[in-house]
């Protein structure tokens, strides 16, 4: 360097890849993907419903019965999608809970056939 100052690591990195012509990559961590929108989710619900509510107030009282039996139908459809939601939460808690234990079963089992081999290897009296 001239004038007999000292270059770091980085400006020497960077010297020599623009002397070669390497393209440089950054090190910055990558944005993560979008996370994929669930159809129905609670927002849609609670559109739904103030919908719902909404006609019910509107509507007169010779209203079609057409309208009322597509709201009866999203409201059906709420409900499964909350049973589904729930049904699937517990099925992954359990999972969970599943492999935990068998993951201290495991652990215990090869605790005990280390400790028997140790004792067969011991000398008796």
Do not use: Y
Not at 82 to 106: E, P
Request: net charge positive; with cysteine.
């Amino acid at each position: 360097m001239p004038g007999g100052v000292l270059a770091t690591s980085g400006e020497v990195g960077k010297a020599s890849e623009e002397a070669w012509g390497v393209l440089t990559v950054s090190n910055k961590i990558a944005p993560a993907a979008p996370k994929r929108r669930a159809r129905g989710g609670k927002a849609s619900r609670a559109r739904r419903l103030e919908n719902f509510r909404q006609h019910k107030a509107a509507a007169p009282a010779a209203a079609p019965a057409i309208k009322w039996e597509q709201l009866a139908h999203g409201l059906l459809r709420q409900q499964r999608a909350t049973l589904r939601d729930g049904a699937r939460a517990a099925w992954v808690r359990m999972r969970a809970a599943r492999a935990k234990i068998g993951a201290a079963v495991r652990s215990a089992r090869r605790c005990r056939s280390l400790l028997a081999r140790h004792l067969e290897s011991l000398p008796t009296a």
